[in-house]
Structure formats: structure tokens, C-alpha cells
């Protein structure tokens, strides 16, 4: 698809690197599967991954994690 960001790139699969923060926590979420502009590296992911990292993150913030660096398992 056309980058809505940059209007000129193009989307394709990669992987992104996501970090999720909220109060004292830091959640990093690495190998995330995105689409990412050949342009200007604007990195989209898709609703329902994005979905499965707000419950990790939400798991991981009630388990009292503070900093956390984690691959991504869908």
C-alpha cells in the first residue's frame, strides 16, 4: 500500500521494534511483524498483533515488570 505518512514509499513486510511505556514500566517487544514504508521507515502494524502486545504489555505491568525486553510470540 502507498505510505499515508510520507505519500510517496510503499508498504512491505518486515519486522518492527515496538516499546511500550506507562508509569514506571518499560516493555520492549523486538522481531514484531509490521509493515514498514521503503521510504521513510514509518512502521505500521496490524490491529490484531497489536492487540496481543497491549495484553502482554497489561500481563507484564500486573506482575509488577519494570523493564522487559521480550521477542514477540504471537
Same mark, same amino acid.
Given at each position: 500500500?502507498?505510505? /499515508?505518512?510520507?505519500?510517496?514509499?510503499? =508498504? *512491505?513486510?518486515?519486522? &518492527? =521494534?515496538?516499546?511500550?511505556?506507562? *508509569? *514506571? $514500566? =518499560?516493555?520492549?517487544?523486538? +522481531?514484531? /511483524? &509490521?509493515?514498514?514504508?521503503?521510504?521513510? *521507515? %514509518? %512502521?505500521?502494524? /496490524?490491529?490484531?498483533? $497489536?492487540?496481543?502486545?497491549?495484553?502482554?504489555? %497489561?500481563?507484564?505491568? +500486573? =506482575?509488577?515488570?519494570?523493564?522487559?525486553?521480550?521477542?514477540? $510470540? &504471537?
Amino acid at each position: 500500500m502507498k505510505c /499515508p505518512i510520507c505519500k510517496h514509499g510503499e =508498504t *512491505g513486510a518486515g519486522h &518492527a =521494534t515496538v516499546t511500550l511505556e506507562r *508509569g *514506571g $514500566a =518499560t516493555v520492549v517487544f523486538r +522481531q514484531v /511483524p &509490521a509493515d514498514i514504508c521503503d521510504n521513510c *521507515g %514509518e %512502521e505500521f502494524v /496490524p490491529e490484531e498483533t $497489536a492487540r496481543v502486545l497491549l495484553a502482554a504489555f %497489561e500481563s507484564a505491568v +500486573q =506482575t509488577g515488570v519494570v523493564m522487559d525486553v521480550r521477542l514477540f $510470540a &504471537a
